[in-house]
């Protein structure tokens, strides 16, 4: 059958039925239950597989805020190789480069199925062989905090990075060696895994903070190392010196400007990238001219959002993951920078998630297409680069989203007829901003008729698509493959679209 | 009329299919210093077809060609001079120089049955280019005359320092005779890229001194190069003013009158005119605004 954004999806699974489609269902939450007895202390992993114990056929989990320093995912991966462990389910939070040892486990047949919300390098490249037995289901970070609680995504064992834990078992994110601040990814984790392992190399009798509840750890597993605190830095954390993501920078912000997205009160997330902090700089700059103050910065918190705060800019940081150091350091000490757990950030079913209050979110696109779906999952060859992470939790409750690229990359046009994998729907997605103009969604007739008297070069998403063709001539497009490796998953876990195969040819 | 001309290296192609992004008033693509003596024919080549096919649309579109000291010069000509080209900057231009360019362009439009004139954009960066300054700002096809600050240091034997007191003569003396000759006066690159608040500084002083656009060698520097060149809102509301005041002088046959307790003229309805005109080709007035 064929989903509500015209993917076809397989008989059996669930298909999207449009974005707001999950308001008709009712939240499902298992039971969190308090552990009987203080967590046990253990030295040697192969002492927590033996207790817990890990068996063939289970589900593991694993969060990534430890992002490309990650340790924890690449010891338990090596545990499983010497066991020989079979048939397993692996859902970590994100795959990073890193996590290169996850190949081999995928090439021997050990791990038969993964689920996540992100993957990016080596562990990527036997899925797109086929070499996964089973399937690749890619989560939104809320649609991962929901299947947990729900039970869809049942988790055996759950191996948890902890910088720091005390004598209880509690775990902190912001003391230790290994730092990486927010671990908001862990919580669903820790609440509905049925075996609780926290991963830490750092003991004190006392912690600063709690992020993680020690009444949910069923074992402590204390290490030389979890990770290297220099791989957390998500990207670059620079303002891009590049003068055309300076120029889309401005040109969004002069939208946000004329549409009165910024004024008292307002609320915003961008990513990690050097555009994306251009964005937040020309923001802060017309916030600054203009004596605004907002209520609220959110997403992975980056150093410049943190100067934001200190500044009076905003009256908190609500901090799912940390993107530098300098916002680790910032939650450490700053009570107005606040964690938050994923499902609180963007659980479709949660009460009142931080992305639904969103004035604008800004966000980027390897493809874009005329309906304004947008892939941030592969290539234009389908190659896994990457995945929805938070995006299409944010694009779906942000009052404005706004799509920031250029226009064409590499000589390839980001302005498709079709996207090659659709990650976020078109419903969910407002504004396109690139160095050649700004197509606003034809049924956005308010953001339309606030930029009508503007001087923005407001254009037509078709109109767009037909200058990358003139810069770049159109593109051949390639047939994707027959054979479905795996699914992208909506974040009310429906089958948005099919990840095939790349073609050989 | 133009505030900014923005160089792009010639052997650059994404700096090349991007220059028209950045909102400046003149491109200016460059064979001659940003092209290494290896890449001078590949550049030639790459610049030559990019403006056949895809030429900036809305924007003056000139080329700095290599000097005609040079065997490069003559085959640069050859490959850009065409309909795409709005004008040819020559480096290192005395007047001898010039006379020789104008008269290759003349033979290249009837050689290609071009209808249009193409101009000429002097770099006036020698000694003895600036001593022939007037007569150079005299000559048929000038759009106007850029300061070449960096080479004329060099022939100077003076040191460029950020303040510019150095070439504070030469920005003058150009600027006059520019304007005498009713051209640009435009001024040299500020070559710190990492430094808007001396881009800035920099601008304001040589618009003081007569300079009425600026050459900018990153596009970075065009949003700092417009906000200074541009007549500001206010500015521009005093001039709407004097103008609505004339007219209604007029159609009372008064030659001067008051506004705001100060005598209005000629010369000061002249300069609101001006001011008008930059305006209105900048597309700063209030009504295209709204």
């Excluded at chain 1, 990358?468 to 994707?480: I, M, N, Q, R």
């Excluded at chain 2, 231009?93 to 954009?121: D, F, P, R, V, W």
């Excluded at chain 2, 656009?213 to 200074?228: C, L």
């Amino acid at each position: 059958m064929r989903n509500a954004a015209g993917r076809v999806v397989p008989d059996g699974m669930p298909a999207f039925a449009g974005a707001d489609a999950y308001r008709s269902h009712s939240r499902v939450l298992l039971s969190q239950e308090p552990r009987k007895h203080p967590p046990v202390f253990y030295s040697s992993l192969s002492a927590v597989f033996a207790a817990a114990p890990v068996v063939d056929g289970m589900t593991l989990s694993f969060h990534h805020h430890l992002r490309n320093g990650d340790k924890v995912t690449n010891a338990v991966c090596a545990e499983i190789l010497r066991r020989g462990l079979k048939n397993l389910t692996l859902a970590p939070s994100s795959v990073f480069p890193t996590n290169a040892i996850l190949a081999e486990l995928i090439q021997a047949g050990h791990v038969t199925n993964l689920r996540t919300n992100y993957i990016n390098g080596p562990a990527a490249l036997p899925i797109e062989a086929g070499k996964l037995r089973g399937l690749l289901l890619m989560d939104t970070h809320g649609g991962r905090a929901r299947a947990i609680e729900s039970g869809e995504l049942p988790i055996d064992v759950a191996f948890l990075a902890a910088p720091a834990v005390d004598r209880n078992g509690n775990g902190s994110g912001t003391m230790g060696p290994a730092a990486c601040g927010s671990l908001g990814y862990a919580q669903p984790d820790l609440h509905y895994a049925k075996y609780v392992v926290l991963v830490t190399d750092t003991v004190v009798d006392s912690l600063d903070r709690i992020d993680l509840d020690g009444a949910f750890v069923d074992a402590v597993l204390v290490v030389d190392s979890i990770g290297d605190p220099e791989g957390i830095v998500s990207g670059t954390t620079r303002i891009t010196r590049d003068p055309v993501g300076l120029k889309i920078a401005r040109d969004a912000a002069r939208f946000l400007w004329e549409v009165g997205a910024i004024r008292p009160g307002f609320s915003m997330q961008t990513g990690a990238g050097g555009t994306s902090l251009a964005v937040a700089a020309q923001v802060r700059s017309l916030m600054r001219e203009h004596g605004i103050r907002g209520s609220f910065a959110s997403g992975g918190i980056t150093g410049y959002y943190v100067d934001m705060l200190e500044e009076g800019l905003f009256d908190h940081l609500y901090d799912v993951q940390c993107f530098d150091l300098s916002a680790v350091r910032s939650l450490a000490k700053n009570a107005l920078h606040q964690a938050i757990s994923a499902s609180r950030y963007g659980n479709p079913f949660d009460h009142d998630p931080i992305v639904d209050q969103l004035s604008f979110v800004i966000l980027g696109a390897t493809e874009i297409d005329l309906n304004f779906h947008v892939n941030v999952t592969t290539d234009s060859f389908g190659r896994l680069i990457g995945g929805s992470g938070g995006h299409a939790d944010t694009a779906h409750g942000a009052k404005i989203t706004v799509i920031t690229t250029n226009l064409t990359k590499a000589r390839l046009p980001i302005v498709k007829q079709r996207v090659t994998t659709l990650t976020t729907p078109g419903e969910d997605v407002d504004v396109l901003v690139t160095e050649r103009g700004i197509a606003i969604r034809p049924d956005r007739i308010d953001l339309i008729a606030a930029t009508r008297n503007s001087r923005l070069p407001i254009r037509t998403i078709e109109d767009l698509l037909q200058t990358a063709h003139a810069l770049s001539g159109v593109p051949k497009e390639l047939p994707h493959g027959t054979r479905i490796i795996g699914h992208v998953l909506y974040r009310d876990g429906t089958v948005i679209d099919n990840l095939y195969q790349p073609s050989q040819d | 009329m133009a505030r900014s001309y923005l160089f792009i290296p010639g052997n650059h192609p994404a700096m090349i299919q991007n220059a028209d992004v950045f909102g400046a008033d003149a491109l200016i693509f460059d064979l001659e210093d940003a092209v290494a003596a290896h890449e001078k024919d590949a550049a030639r080549l790459l610049l030559a077809g990019f403006l056949a096919k895809a030429r900036p649309q809305g924007v003056r579109v000139y080329v700095r060609i290599n000097g005609l000291d040079t065997p490069l010069a003559c085959k640069d000509l050859e490959a850009v001079v065409g309909d795409a080209v709005d004008g040819i900057v020559l480096p290192k231009a005395g007047m001898s120089e010039l006379m020789e360019l104008s008269t290759i362009l003349h033979n290249l439009e009837a050689q290609k049955g071009l209808a249009k004139k193409i101009a000429i954009l002097p770099i006036v960066e020698t000694a003895k280019s600036l001593v022939e300054v007037e007569e150079i700002a005299k000559l048929s096809r000038l759009d106007g005359i850029l300061l070449g600050a960096e080479d004329l240091s060099a022939d100077m034997e003076f040191e460029r320092t950020k303040a510019g007191t150095e070439i504070e003569y030469p920005r003058a003396r150009i600027a006059f005779a520019c304007k005498a000759a009713r051209i640009e006066a435009i001024d040299t690159p500020f070559t710190d890229t990492n430094d808007p608040d001396g881009l800035r500084e920099d601008c304001l002083h040589s618009q003081s001194l007569g300079m009425n656009a600026k050459a900018a060698i990153h596009p970075n520097q065009i949003e700092t190069i417009h906000a200074v060149f541009s007549p500001s809102p206010k500015r521009i509301e005093w001039a709407l003013r004097i103008r609505a005041a004339a007219r209604k002088a007029g159609e009372q046959n008064l030659g001067v009158f008051s506004l705001d307790g100060k005598m209005v003229d000629k010369p000061i309805i002249d300069r609101a005119e001006k001011i008008l005109r930059a305006a209105e080709r900048f597309g700063l007035l209030p009504e295209e605004r709204a």
